[in-house]
């Protein structure tokens, strides 16, 4: 027992039990006797310990705790918050001696274990001694988040005959474009809500288009495996980009090169040349479907995500990966790139997580959208828009996460009420009106409601604990 205690209790030994203690106590206790037998270390230095908590001995040598944490059975939420230990000035060489570095105090039994991020080594000083003190910093707080005004639904749009997938606004923001299940494109005013155009050729369902911002080009995928160059000249298919081996369910444009990524049933992304309709690179990684891909000019330049559960971040140039995200419990069906900030956001049934660019560092979680989400969008002022299977629609705050609105729509008249999914969505380009592409056949039109404002519509929002779990 002697070697135990020496061993194990050896640098808080020639410490003695607190005052009051001692008074009740008295040299009944066989355990402070047998202390101050065996080790009287301090007998000649005129030292003044005190110590009071739960325990009958400090957590360190020559530790003394403050008087918010005098014998309590378990300290309440207040003191544990405002716990200051203060380690006397003649004991700072031995706790030096232990600490890793600075003043951070660490247990001289636990060498590699690491200590809490709140606990915040300051030093304080009163008179002419200085004290070093670890103070409790309070956990972070979601910031106020900004305000956004309500969304409504004031257009419905109907026309195609099978569940509407996939949906794009062309950069004039004349007309936009949608794909359906019924094998057809369509292409549709956008002030007026009336159908322009039908293109036909696609023999299965229409999964992806979108509008070149270089040329006067549509592109478009499907169920067929099929990739269309459409020139909307001649409203006719021009090329087209043959290799994968099964359905395409998305595509990006590269935003400064004449380059189209494509992504694949078949676990692959591809990148082609626009122009010769070559196979530039074939991305391969990812090991279920890969469900969306993005496009940006900086580093990563082409971000996807797969059913695989991960999103990979690829080198455009070696056609490699260079990050995998393996945070995601469940498939990533939508990825979306904020347009003003160097960050990203992913869509998945588990989470919405928000990433930053360039190496996919983790920001924060946006849960409360419990559905399998379809899609995702985002505008500049900061409003990201969540589409979900079972036809919710969730307004965030990007900044925050706060999650500011809710919206389920009803089904057009006739339809089922489980036709009721969101496919997909995406601001125009003033980002004043929100279109949305659905199961019950219809495109959905939102705008801002106009006469709401803060007092109408206040944020119910308190400064509530962030809770940044990683996964």
């Known amino acids: 027992m002697a070697i135990k205690l020496r061993n194990e209790y050896g640098p808080v030994l020639h410490m003695p039990t607190s005052k009051e203690n001692l008074k009740e106590k008295g040299p009944q206790n066989a355990t402070d006797s047998y202390v101050h037998k065996q080790y009287p270390a301090n007998q000649g230095q005129e030292v003044e310990y005190f110590v009071a908590g739960t325990h009958p001995y400090p957590p360190g040598p020559g530790v003394a705790l403050t008087a918010d944490t005098k014998i309590q059975r378990m300290p309440s939420e207040s003191a544990a918050q405002s716990l200051a230990v203060a380690l006397p000035s003649q004991t700072k060489a031995d706790v030096n001696r232990t600490a890793p570095s600075g003043s951070e105090y660490r247990h001289p039994g636990a060498s590699d274990r690491p200590q809490p991020p709140a606990m915040n080594s300051i030093v304080m000083e009163t008179g002419n001694t200085k004290n070093s003190a670890l103070m409790a910093k309070k956990a972070p707080t979601m910031p106020k988040p900004q305000w956004h005004p309500p969304w409504k639904l004031y257009r419905v749009i109907s026309g195609h005959l099978g569940w509407v997938r996939c949906i794009a606004v062309e950069p004039g923001n004349q007309w936009f474009v949608t794909g359906s299940a019924d094998r057809t494109i369509k292409i549709w005013d956008l002030a007026s809500g009336k159908l322009k155009l039908s293109l036909t050729g696609h023999i299965s369902t229409v999964r992806g288009v979108i509008v070149s911002t270089r040329s006067p080009y549509l592109f478009s995928c499907g169920e067929d495996k099929q990739v269309k160059c459409w020139d909307l000249e001649y409203n006719k298919v021009i090329r087209h980009y043959h290799g994968h081996l099964s359905a395409v369910y998305g595509l990006d444009l590269h935003p400064t090169i004449d380059v189209l990524v494509t992504c694949s049933r078949d676990s692959t992304a591809r990148i082609w040349d626009v122009r010769t309709k070559a196979s530039v690179h074939t991305l391969s990684g990812h090991t279920n479907a890969v469900a969306t891909v993005r496009c940006q000019a900086a580093e990563p330049q082409i971000i996807t995500g797969s059913h695989d559960t991960t999103i990979r971040l690829w080198d455009l140039v070696a056609g490699k990966t260079?990050?995998?995200?393996?945070?995601?419990?469940?498939?990533?069906?939508?990825?979306?790139?904020?347009?003003?900030?160097?960050?990203?956001?992913?869509?998945?049934?588990?989470?919405?997580?928000?990433?930053?660019?360039?190496?996919?560092?983790?920001?924060?979680?946006?849960?409360?959208?419990?559905?399998?989400?379809?899609?995702?969008?985002?505008?500049?002022?900061?409003?990201?828009?969540?589409?979900?299977?079972?036809?919710?629609?969730?307004?965030?705050?990007?900044?925050?996460?706060?999650?500011?609105?809710?919206?389920?729509?009803?089904?057009?008249?006739?339809?089922?009420?489980?036709?009721?999914?969101?496919?997909?969505?995406?601001?125009?380009?003033?980002?004043?009106?929100?279109?949305?592409?659905?199961?019950?056949?219809?495109?959905?039109?939102?705008?801002?409601?106009?006469?709401?404002?803060?007092?109408?519509?206040?944020?119910?929002?308190?400064?509530?604990?962030?809770?940044?779990?990683?996964?």
């Not at 709401?452 to 206040?458: G, N, Q, R, Y």
Request: aromatic residues 10%; contains cysteine.
């Open 322 to 471: 260079r990050v995998t995200l393996t945070n995601h419990k469940k498939s990533v069906r939508a990825v979306v790139l904020h347009p003003r900030h160097y960050t990203f956001a992913s869509g998945s049934p588990d989470n919405i997580k928000q990433w930053k660019f360039p190496d996919g560092s983790f920001i924060q979680n946006l849960s409360g959208h419990n559905a399998i989400i379809n899609t995702l969008t985002v505008n500049s002022d900061g409003v990201l828009v969540s589409g979900a299977d079972n036809g919710t629609m969730h307004l965030w705050d990007w900044r925050t996460g706060y999650n500011f609105q809710r919206v389920h729509a009803a089904v057009q008249p006739g339809s089922l009420d489980s036709e009721s999914g969101i496919f997909a969505c995406a601001f125009d380009q003033s980002e004043s009106r929100l279109l949305t592409a659905e199961a019950d056949k219809t495109i959905k039109v939102y705008r801002e409601d106009d006469t709401a404002t803060e007092e109408t519509h206040p944020v119910s929002w308190k400064p509530e604990i962030i809770k940044r779990k990683r996964f």
